[in-house]
């Protein structure tokens, strides 16, 4: 939307109203399309901080827009570049509702006849449950039938275990669909992948899922970004497994997308093997769990899970 949309009025006030305001706080500063149909969009704000966000497709056609809640993330997976970049600040709700509006309009396409979207994922960058005020908000506008009217079951917002948002979520909503990034359940070996855990162990989150699950009723998803050699053994699937227990649960498996500079224990970080991933969907198969693997979209662009953050997040 823009003044120059707004034809019932005046040719002349549409003018001296654009010249003189703004409708956006964020602007669209590159646009990235990756020969999967991934868009990648790169959002300047206000204050000259970068945040991007991702378009995707599915073979269905329906899109899905992946926004981001902080400029930066303070979390530090060891496996993501947003993690590498450090944290800025948190995105205020304004910044959040504009970067739906600007995917919803690069989906609708510039004859405006495109798909709405189906789907929206707080998977970008940043945590978002350490920004639930600013996202509860954004979220209202979003879902609000006089607003925007995206259906609260279309939301999904993914969090590395945090697990005083979680509670938080259950208490008082929205009542969007939960995403846990647990990688590993092994408290040691998540620790070194994922430090948000030493303040977030997993018996913990474990029961703050159980009592979300049980306020909420609905299924959780459990992310596994799939490290080559380092969690994707036997033993991790068991363990997987074992936190899965008692939970109603789909895991989705997520082979790790390259990101130049990262490493784990002085080791660069390596995607799995084909056959690494198959066993270890198998395994987890074999042990009762429901499995998913995620779509590889937008590695070209660096647009893919983890690989946010090209730029420095820095104004
Ligand atoms: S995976 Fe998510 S929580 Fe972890 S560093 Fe990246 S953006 Fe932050």
Redesign the pocket.
């Given at each position: 939307m823009s003044f120059g949309e707004m034809t019932d009025l005046p040719r002349t006030l549409r003018e001296d109203l654009d010249s003189r305001f703004s409708l956006y706080s964020t602007g669209v500063s590159a646009r990235q399309e990756d020969p999967d149909g991934t868009v990648k969009l790169r959002f300047t704000l206000g204050d000259g901080a970068k945040v991007e966000g991702v378009l995707l497709s599915d073979g269905d056609g329906r899109r899905t827009a992946c926004i981001s809640s902080q400029a930066g993330?303070?979390?530090?997976?060891v496996?993501?570049k947003?993690?590498s970049l450090g944290f800025l600040r948190n995105l205020n709700s304004a910044e959040i509702v504009e970067q739906f509006l600007h995917l919803r309009r690069e989906a609708a396409g510039p004859d405006r006849e495109g798909p709405e979207l189906a789907n929206v994922v707080f998977?970008g960058?940043?945590?978002p449950l350490l920004n639930l005020p600013e996202l509860r908000r954004a979220l209202g506008i979003i879902t609000d039938p006089g607003g925007l009217g995206l259906s609260k079951r279309r939301i999904t917002l993914?969090t590395?275990g945090i697990i005083r948002g979680i509670r938080d979520l259950a208490d008082n909503g929205p009542e969007v669909r939960l995403a846990v990034?647990l990688t590993a359940a092994d408290e040691a070996l998540r620790r070194a992948l994922?430090p948000?855990t030493a303040a977030n162990p997993l018996p913990r989150l474990k029961e703050a899922l159980a009592s979300y699950q049980e306020k909420a009723g609905r299924r959780i998803t459990l992310e596994a970004v799939l490290l080559g050699g380092i969690n994707t053994r036997p033993r991790d699937a068991a363990a997987l497994a074992d936190f899965a227990r008692g939970l109603d649960v789909a895991v989705n498996l997520i082979p790790w997308n390259p990101a130049e500079g990262l490493s784990f224990e002085g080791r660069p970080l390596r995607e799995p093997a084909p056959a690494e991933a198959e066993a270890f969907s198998r395994e987890l198969a074999r042990r009762g769990l429901t499995v998913t693997r995620r779509l590889r979209k937008g590695l070209k662009i660096s647009g893919a899970c983890?690989q946010?953050g090209e730029l420095s997040v820095d104004p």
């Amino acid at each position: 939307m823009s003044f120059g949309e707004m034809t019932d009025l005046p040719r002349t006030l549409r003018e001296d109203l654009d010249s003189r305001f703004s409708l956006y706080s964020t602007g669209v500063s590159a646009r990235q399309e990756d020969p999967d149909g991934t868009v990648k969009l790169r959002f300047t704000l206000g204050d000259g901080a970068k945040v991007e966000g991702v378009l995707l497709s599915d073979g269905d056609g329906r899109r899905t827009a992946c926004i981001s809640s902080q400029a930066g993330c303070a979390m530090g997976c060891v496996f993501c570049k947003t993690g590498s970049l450090g944290f800025l600040r948190n995105l205020n709700s304004a910044e959040i509702v504009e970067q739906f509006l600007h995917l919803r309009r690069e989906a609708a396409g510039p004859d405006r006849e495109g798909p709405e979207l189906a789907n929206v994922v707080f998977m970008g960058m940043g945590e978002p449950l350490l920004n639930l005020p600013e996202l509860r908000r954004a979220l209202g506008i979003i879902t609000d039938p006089g607003g925007l009217g995206l259906s609260k079951r279309r939301i999904t917002l993914s969090t590395a275990g945090i697990i005083r948002g979680i509670r938080d979520l259950a208490d008082n909503g929205p009542e969007v669909r939960l995403a846990v990034s647990l990688t590993a359940a092994d408290e040691a070996l998540r620790r070194a992948l994922m430090p948000v855990t030493a303040a977030n162990p997993l018996p913990r989150l474990k029961e703050a899922l159980a009592s979300y699950q049980e306020k909420a009723g609905r299924r959780i998803t459990l992310e596994a970004v799939l490290l080559g050699g380092i969690n994707t053994r036997p033993r991790d699937a068991a363990a997987l497994a074992d936190f899965a227990r008692g939970l109603d649960v789909a895991v989705n498996l997520i082979p790790w997308n390259p990101a130049e500079g990262l490493s784990f224990e002085g080791r660069p970080l390596r995607e799995p093997a084909p056959a690494e991933a198959e066993a270890f969907s198998r395994e987890l198969a074999r042990r009762g769990l429901t499995v998913t693997r995620r779509l590889r979209k937008g590695l070209k662009i660096s647009g893919a899970c983890g690989q946010l953050g090209e730029l420095s997040v820095d104004p």
